[in-house]
Nanobody, 122 residues
Framework: QARPIQTGGGSAQAGGSLSLDCVVS????????MTWHRQAPGKEREVVAA???????IYADSVRGRFTISQNDRKRTLLLQMTDLKPEDTAMYYC????????????????WGPGTQVTVSS
């Protein structure tokens, strides 16, 4: 199973901006539910941004109003634009992709991406 490919991230000062990209691959007839998560040192992995069942973006309270999730029409690319970054946003960010419910059984399950480090300095 091919894992998601993540790019972006890096270092920024507080108040700055960064973006993250995630791409999944699979058969053309497969669609995926994709979400962004992060894990800071010593903390559990948490959901940062996702879409609800109606296709509306939802965010963790800590990032709402600062982060924006977007996805292309074929739902193969997931973006996370991060603005007004804070030191507490420092974490490893992970993309996760799973086949949408009802997908054909031969659709791959991308699972977790390898992670991308985001470091915000004060």
């Amino acid at each position: 199973q091919a894992r998601p490919i993540q790019t972006g991230g890096g270092s920024a000062q507080a108040g700055g901006s960064l973006s993250l990209d995630c791409v999944v691959s699979g058969y053309a007839f497969c669609k995926y539910e994709m979400t962004w998560h992060r894990q800071a040192p010593g903390k559990e992995r948490e959901v940062v941004a996702a879409y609800d069942d109606a296709g509306r973006p939802i965010y963790a309270d800590s990032v709402r109003g600062r982060f924006t999730i977007s996805q292309n029409d074929r739902k193969r690319t997931l973006l996370l634009q991060m603005t007004d970054l804070k030191p507490e946003d420092t974490a490893m960010y992970y993309c996760k992709g799973v086949p949408q419910p009802g997908s054909p059984s031969n659709c791959n399950n991308p699972g977790w991406g390898p992670g991308t480090q985001v470091t915000v300095s004060s």
